[in-house]
């Protein structure tokens, strides 16, 4: 607001009719004290009153300036209002129209055993006695290689052949062996007869006894080598004789490396293949502490594979570690797929799983119940004292009744919870306050009533007014 004020020059003006030419005498100018005390004593009123009004209109501006002190103080607490409204206020009524417009859908508390889950990760592995490496227990040369990685192959299937003089050798050693074992054998039982008879001395039978064990040792050796190398003792005796060695595969399962060429010499104990069978396939999954002691043998997981459209396969646990990895601070957990039939399931990828834990009582709600504000996590019920009182006349409804007559619940309350265990659409709740087994909760629409506390719009019961058949 903008105050002007004026002061007129009268309220200023001065006497100063001393000094007019009448009161000159022969050109100088002559005072007599009584004029000059009059003068003064009109001079101060004048002053007097100019300051006074001065002083009074500076007074009126700035007190029109300032905001009221009730203005402001209704100011700062409707701020304060909106900043506190969820901390504050946990009861509200609606009209009916906003509970169509909603979409709002009421159900009850339930109280049940629950199957808990454990979500982990981890990775697929293979047991030990199902992965293993080929290579050659002495040197050769790669004359073939019959097949190549990703390859499926059956115990006791030829992968690779070898060839080497060396080979020849020791076939040779054994014929040799074998036939000087005959010889051995015929000697040492002709010395025992003649022992027996006192034809020959006991030294003679023990050397003919000692050259026939040395000799049936180093043929039983030889064959062992042979066996080791895949050549048939049964071709030999035949006299079948071969420079090529076939190297097979000890497991079935699906090669996953290939070491060598053609023509390259291959090492002793250098692996030339890798074979997994992933047929029983391990998972390792790494569990924390707080997690592990819900954790026994034989309880069933879910495997999600989130590189493959979030597929999943169903094993069971079967190890638990006995060990904490200091980086991780996690305990491994073994489980196995029993049957598997995927041939996708290759050891090391990345896998997701879920392992269900025994059952317990708890209070549950539908997962969509549940809002979530912040931190907080919160379920709204009907107030259903406030809905029970009748309805004043000319105030807003507390519930209202459909074309059917069903009772349209308009007041509600907001009760915080703590969440716990979730399956199947289904999650644990530990509130605040008891929620009776005769609550109805609101399943649907939960954030629309959130969304009008914190607005201030709809709270307590002070929604807005609706004409009569408007809904």
Known sequence: MLVQFTL????LKLDFSILQPANLKN?????????LLK???????????????????????????????AEEAQATAQHAHKDTIE???????????QFKAAGIELGKVGNTGLTGSIKVSGRLEVPPQNRAAISVYVGGIIKSIRVSAGSYVTK????????????LKLQEEYTSAKSNLIFLEQDYQRKKELLAENATSQKSFQEAESKYNIEKGRLTSITSQLSILGISVAELNKGNITNVISLRSPISGYITQ???SIGAYAEPNRMLFEVVDNFNILVRLDVYERDFYQIKKGQKISIVLPNQDNAEVEGRVTILGKAMDNTTKSIAVYAEIRNNKRQDLIPGIFVNAFIYVD???????????????GEKQYVFIVNEELCSKPNVPGKDPHSVKDANGNVIPLAYRMIEVKTGTESTGMVEINPQDDIRPADQL??????????????GETVGCCAPAEEEGKD
């Open 156 to 167: 006791g299937q030829t992968v690779m052949t070898l060839e080497h003089p060396d080979f």
């Open 359 to 373: 059952g317990h009582a708890a209070t549950v709600v539908p997962a969509e119940t549940v809002i979530r504000s």
């Open 27 to 35: 050109g100088s100018m002559k005072l007599t004290s009584k004029t």
């Open 39 to 69: 003068n003064k004593e009109t001079m101060k009123k004048q002053i007097s009153i100019s300051l006074i009004v001065l002083l009074a209109a500076l007074s009126l501006f700035t007190s029109c300036k300032q905001t009221p002190p």
């Open 87 to 97: 901390e504050v206020v946990d009861d509200l009524v609606i009209t009916s129209r």
């Open 258 to 260: 290939v070491q060598g």
């Open 442 to 455: 609101v399943v649907k629409g939960g954030y629309f009533l959130m969304s009008a506390l914190k607005s």
């Open 8 to 11: 007129h020059r009268e309220h």
